[in-house]
């Protein structure tokens, strides 16, 4: 049977006008927060204050504790947790220089509850496409559950100050930073990147008292908002990322 | 003296088939029930007269002697759709009814009855010449119609039936140690031992459900996608279409019509392209799976791929469109895990001098090590994947970048948008490490799939390139 003739298609070519706003006003003010964005869907989660308290002749001044976090969530839900910018070990950073990150130590729940360990993977093809293994399973009443305040990190400063990390959300865990130990200012120097706390499947569709990233520069106007633009320009579609009941 | 189970005296003839010349063994008359002719001189048994019979055999329920009007009526059931087909040929399967393996195996073992007589064989040699005759269409073993036909008889199918179903349900009555006892079925492959002689049948066999298949005719050729947002095949989410085509649907343009086939033609590739990536260069290896054709004849693979690029130009594109055999599908499923893959991409990375570009291009091929990308994490286990980068080339699109193209040559499997951006750290090394500063990728196509499809042929023509 005769064959269709080859078709060849020619080399690439870009429209990069298109790209000019998302350069200018995202990439060029912070390049790390906008490639974040593209990726995720940057949320926030202020802590309450519940634990600091200050006597003072009697008097009680709550003071906030400013634990905040940030969650940038991926479409399939996955949330990369790590420190929002108006996490007060910034402050505390800023008002002490000299003062250092010595470490960010998991708890032992952290450490002995993770939904699934990275193990080696063959080196051929993408290992298919498998429905089981992913973190979709029922993982409610155990350990491997945590719950908003559950406590996952130590931040230990050289001070001798620490500042607690709680899950903020429910859910499981699914990986902790393995680079933090080498590097433990990493979460303070690129926590939109490498310097992530832990990532985590949240097991409720919407995360309690989240907030988006107006809500959350509205509330804490000391953080400097031009420096966090909302995404212009296109977010990564990913079509394996959305995948639901696919064909 | 009781009746004996099958005497031992030496009947089977040793090493020659067939032959009524056998000698006969002739069974307690009582115990045996009525059986036809055809059956009692298959199973070597001499019967009294009185019990030779044309319809209540308990052997066969009736299928032997009644074999030419059962293939008759078999074929009438499944004419109008086998004429259909431009096939000249069909197999046959025929599922008899269930009584009758218990019922053989309880006359060999009670009686000494010839077990090498299969009532299937028997009813095939009459059946398929009938066939052929009402059907028009010569048997073959080779198809490429394939015929499921089937033999019922409700009043022996039903105990079978309930006897099954009981076997299956665990026995709630009674205590036993140990929790979840799971009921194993008595040896599934021996059923309750039946009575013997069996239960004398007092309706015919009828036909059952019959299907009529045809084996599927493979097209094979490669794709390209020149626009972004089509997937490869049809992506829905809650009912919605996420893109407004696909390439399956594409490719497959018209090819319903032509053959008459079933609505759902399968597509195999050579791996995937997110939606939003293209497929240029000489594209992408697929196959078709054309099941139940109902016209083959006038298959035109070349006037398919016309018709396709026609109605899709500008968007998906066919090459190479041809006729491809079963065991050579193989191929392109290999390709997907083994082929390396080349890519082009649009990057974004600020601060990069032209002499950190000339060393990233100047890099021998190296590894990189990738985590599951977050993106799959919620459905894939978390694996280390280790993958090979052969070559990159990076390219500024203005004097100083800080927009690249970048082309690259990956083992197959990687993830490259990971590669790109670093994906958190867990794609390591990644473009971003290599330059030393923040990356992103913003278009992606496919610009080479390393796998010679469709395969080569010897052949009269001399092939076009």
Same mark, same amino acid.
């Given at each position: 049977m005769a064959i269709s003739p080859a078709i060849q298609a020619d080399s690439v070519t870009y429209?990069?006008?298109?790209y000019d706003r998302l350069i200018n006003e995202c990439y060029n003010v912070n390049a790390e927060w906008a490639i974040a964005t593209r990726y995720f869907n940057p949320q926030f989660l202020i802590s309450k204050s519940n634990n600091d308290h200050n006597q003072v002749d009697g008097a009680e001044l709550e003071v906030e504790t400013r634990l905040d976090m940030m969650l940038l969530q991926s479409p399939n839900s996955l949330c990369v947790i790590s420190l929002a910018p108006g996490h007060r070990v910034f402050a505390h950073l800023r008002e002490n220089p000299?003062?250092?990150?010595t470490a960010v130590r998991y708890t032992p729940q952290a450490t002995d509850n993770l939904v699934r360990k990275l193990r080696p993977g063959r080196s051929g093809g993408r290992g298919g496409k498998r429905k089981r293994g992913g973190a979709s399973h029922a993982v409610s009443q155990d350990l491997g559950t945590f719950h908003e305040d559950t406590l996952v990190a130590q931040i230990v400063l050289s001070d001798g100050t620490a500042m607690p990390v709680h899950a903020g959300i429910y859910g499981s865990l699914l990986q902790l930073n393995d680079a933090l130990a080498t590097d433990p200012s990493l979460i303070v120097k690129h926590p939109c990147n490498v310097g992530f706390l832990f990532v985590a499947k949240p097991l409720r569709e919407t995360v309690r008292d989240v907030m988006t990233r107006e809500e959350y520069l509205a509330a804490r106007p000391d953080v400097d908002a031009s420096i966090y633009p909302a995404l212009v320009g296109p977010r990564d579609v990913d079509e394996e990322a959305v995948e639901e009941g696919q064909e | 003296m009781d009746p004996a189970p099958a005497p031992t005296t030496p009947v089977a003839p040793p090493a020659h088939e067939s032959s009524a010349a056998a000698v006969p063994v002739v069974p307690a008359a009582a115990s045996v029930g009525p059986l036809c002719n055809l059956c009692a001189t298959g199973l070597r048994l001499s019967l009294p007269a009185? $019990? $030779?019979t044309q319809s209540s055999c308990t052997h066969c329920l009736g299928v032997l002697p009644h074999a030419d009007s059962l293939a008759r009526a078999l074929a009438d059931t499944v004419r109008e759709e086998v004429v259909a087909y431009d096939a000249p040929s069909f197999a046959v399967e025929i599922m008899l009814p269930r009584a009758l393996a218990p019922r053989h195996t309880v006359y060999v073992e009670r009686t000494g009855g010839y077990i090498a007589f299969e009532v299937r064989k028997e009813f095939a040699k009459s059946a398929v010449p009938v066939m052929e005759e009402v059907l028009g269409k010569t048997y073959s073993a080779e198809g490429p119609l394939r015929l499921l036909l089937a033999i019922t008889h409700a009043e022996t199918d039903a105990p079978i039936a309930a006897r099954v179903a009981e076997a299956r349900?665990?026995? =709630?009555?009674g205590r036993f140690e140990g929790k979840g006892c799971k009921v194993d079925s008595p040896a599934p492959s021996e059923p309750e031992p039946l009575p013997f002689p069996p239960s004398t049948p007092t309706t015919l066999p009828t036909v059952g459900a019959c299907t009529v298949r045809r084996d599927p005719i493979r097209l094979g050729g490669r794709y390209l996608k020149l626009e972004r947002h089509i997937s490869q095949t049809l992506w829905r989410i809650k009912g919605q279409r996420k893109t407004e085509l696909s390439v399956a649907e594409c490719v497959s343009f018209g090819l319903a019509d032509m053959t008459q086939c079933d609505t759902e033609i399968g597509f195999i590739a050579a791996g995937r392209e997110d939606a939003d990536v293209r497929m240029l260069g000489t594209g992408r290896p697929f196959v078709l799976e054309v099941r139940?054709?109902? =016209?083959? /004849?006038?298959? /035109?693979p070349v006037a398919l791929a016309e018709r396709a690029n026609t109605e899709f130009a500008g968007k998906v594109q066919v090459s190479r469109m041809c006729v491809v055999n079963k065991d050579e599908v193989k191929q392109v499923k290999d390709g997907e895990e083994l082929k390396a893959k080349e890519y082009t991409c649009l990057v974004w990375a600020p601060g990069v001098d032209q002499r950190k570009v000339d060393e990233i291009n100047a890099l021998p091929a190296f590894q990189i090590d990738q985590q599951t990308p977050l993106r799959v994490l919620h459905r894939r286990p978390n694996l280390m994947r280790p993958k090979t980068v052969y070559w990159i080339r990076m390219e500024p699109l203005r004097e100083g970048g800080p927009l690249y193209r970048v082309a690259l040559e990956t083992q197959a499997g990687a993830y490259i948008k990971e590669f790109i951006t670093g994906d958190t750290g867990r794609t390591r090394p990644s473009l971003s490490t290599l330059l030393g500063t923040h990356a992103d990728i913003l278009e992606l196509d496919v610009t080479k799939v390393a796998l010679e499809w469709p395969p080569a042929r010897k052949s009269q023509h001399s092939s076009t390139a």
């Open positions: 429209d990069l006008a298109q000299g003062t250092t990150i | 009185e $019990l $030779l349900r665990p026995a =709630k009555r139940n054709a109902r =016209k083959v /004849d006038g298959i /035109d």
